[in-house]
């Protein structure tokens, strides 16, 4: 039987419960058909520029990727929140570049809601967003669009100081109006009073395990990117070594002359009628 699609009030009233809301990436049809019995709310995320695309980092990402990703997942998905990433440069000039461009995300894919990194610097565009009817999700801690100004990819909120302003970003976003925000790669007691103190769900990656949700790259934790991973993934499955071993299989196989097999090929029922042709 068809379920009914989780929506952004699902996941905001969720803030605070026992059980945590499950969210995984999801960039392709297949993916998202094995994650969507799983998963809450699916992110098609901008680190499909290195998972899919083995770019360096998630910049080069452009909306037009993003669109094309974001209609296979929701079109291959029926039950889980589909939210679509805006890609570096979308939406960080102002907020009528932001809304136009998440416009058209939510028009061309069907998702729900965008995803955009920034803190309190973001604020008023996630408020422009939502009061023109795009729901979106905040994204602090570490952000790697932000990679090069930020010097490299760190644990985020180890000092003090930074401490402060990610706390302080995060009660921005929240009083803008996103329903979510994603905590990525940050000093535990940080997400944990983060989680305590804002009144939207927080979803962690190596955050901490008292956030409202966690999320993690489907390719990561199914063993498909390559090692070394993150401390903050956890492999599910060797799905690399599952898939080696089966091409392996096949290259072996046609090698020797026994792939395609008699099944494999289309024979007239009368042999005599190919034995003519
Ligand atoms: O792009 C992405 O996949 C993300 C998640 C890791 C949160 O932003």
């Not at 680190?47 to 669109?67: A, H, K, N, R």
């Not at 570049?97 to 973001?122: D, P, W, Y």
């Not at 760190?154 to 976003?173: F, H, K, N, P, T």
């Not at 927080?202 to 949700?213: E, F, K, L, M």
């Amino acid at each position: 039987m068809k379920q009914q699609r989780r929506t952004i009030r699902d996941i905001a009233a969720a803030k605070g419960k026992k059980e945590a809301i499950i969210c995984l990436t999801a960039y392709t049809a297949p993916v998202a058909r094995l994650a969507d019995p799983h998963a809450d709310l699916i992110l098609v995320g901008d680190s499909l520029g290195m998972v899919l695309y083995g770019f360096p980092s998630t910049l080069p990402v452009t909306l037009d990727m993003m669109i094309l990703h974001g209609r296979a997942v929701v079109n291959a998905s029926e039950k889980s929140l589909i939210v679509v990433d805006m890609p570096f440069g979308s939406y960080q000039e102002s907020p009528a570049q932001a809304f136009h461009n998440a416009a058209r995300i939510m028009a061309e894919t069907g998702c729900a809601a965008v995803k955009l990194e920034g803190g309190s610097e973001m604020a008023e565009t996630v408020s422009f967003l939502v009061q023109r009817g795009v729901p979106v999700i905040g994204h602090i801690g570490l952000q790697p669009q932000s990679v090069h100004s930020a010097g490299g990819y760190r644990v985020a909120g180890r000092d003090q100081q930074e401490a402060r302003s990610i706390l302080a970003s995060a009660q921005a976003l929240a009083e803008a109006g996103a329903f979510a925000v994603v905590l990525e790669c940050m000093d535990e007691t940080l997400a944990g009073k983060i989680t305590k103190q804002i009144h939207i769900p927080t979803i962690g990656i190596g955050a901490s395990a008292g956030c409202d949700g966690q999320i993690l790259v489907s390719e990561d934790l199914l063993g498909l990117t390559p090692a070394p991973r993150p401390k903050f993934v956890k492999n599910y499955a060797d799905l690399s070594s599952v898939i080696d071993k089966a091409l392996g299989d096949y290259a072996r196989e046609v090698r020797e002359r026994i792939f395609p097999g008699t099944q494999n090929i289309y024979m007239s029922p009368d042999r005599k009628i190919r034995a003519v042709e």
